[in-house]
């Protein structure tokens, strides 16, 4: 098996509008996916700026999440959380979830995903 390291700095990456419908505000930096040779878990960086949110989404496959910056709230199945840096936040299967800033600064998080294909949506 030939394994490859793959290095990228956060600043290297272009912020893309996140285009998912529900999603305002918000934009991703696909750090690790399958164009670098990732086949099952992807690495992306969120920014949600004031006033933002995530869509109101379900996967089947989990989501941990690692907040950097900024404050907000998790909403994961029917409960509510208020979320700061150096909070972790786990998504299980198949639940509907969302982030949202509470102040004008910009949430800023980290969000490690499973690859599609591994739970048949391929």
Known sequence: MNITMF???????EAKPLEKQG???VLVKYLIDRVDGAQKFFLRHYTVEAGGYTPLDR????????ILEGRGLARVGDQEMEVKPGDAVFVPSNTVHQ???VESNPLT?????GAEELYGEG
């Open 7 to 13: 290095t990228i700095n956060v600043h290297q990456k």
């Open 59 to 66: 996967h089947p496959y989990e989501h941990q999440v690692y």
């Open 23 to 25: 999603a305002h505000k």
């Open 109 to 113: 998080f980290l969000c490690i995903k």
């Open 99 to 101: 982030f949202l800033t």
